[in-house]
């Protein structure tokens, strides 16, 4: 199996990319899809607790699994239209935890 990289994923998203809404700055339609995709993840976990659900079915957790997967394209996504790099959120949320965890602690 290939070892993804946040750089990788990065270039496979800018290359997959087929969207440009006209007219927009680059960073709507990838936050657009973010929030819809993000919805569709709790979508699923709300149907598992109108059914009832304490342990997902395997059917609706590969769901979630999919619905994920287009969080995270569109995370990537908006990231790179705004000049980031998933690296750089990564670390700069590492050291925002890392306060918070200090101070908590302190």
Do not use: C, H
């Not at 709507?28 to 979508?43: I, N, R």
């Not at 569109?74 to 980031?84: H, K, N, P, R, V």
């Amino acid at each position: 199996m290939k070892k993804i990289t946040f750089n990788w994923y990065q270039d496979e998203v800018r290359r997959l990319t087929f969207v440009k809404a006209s007219g927009l700055p680059n960073w709507v339609y990838p936050a657009m899809g973010l929030g819809g995709e993000t919805g569709e993840v709790l979508e699923e976990i709300k149907k598992g607790i109108r059914e009832g659900d304490t342990i997902l079915p395997t059917d609706r957790v590969a769901k979630i699994r999919l619905e994920l997967g287009d969080v995270l394209f569109y995370t990537f996504m908006l990231a790179d239209s705004l000049g980031f790099t998933m690296e750089d959120i990564a670390d700069a949320n590492i050291k925002k935890l890392t306060e918070r965890q200090a101070k908590k602690l302190g």
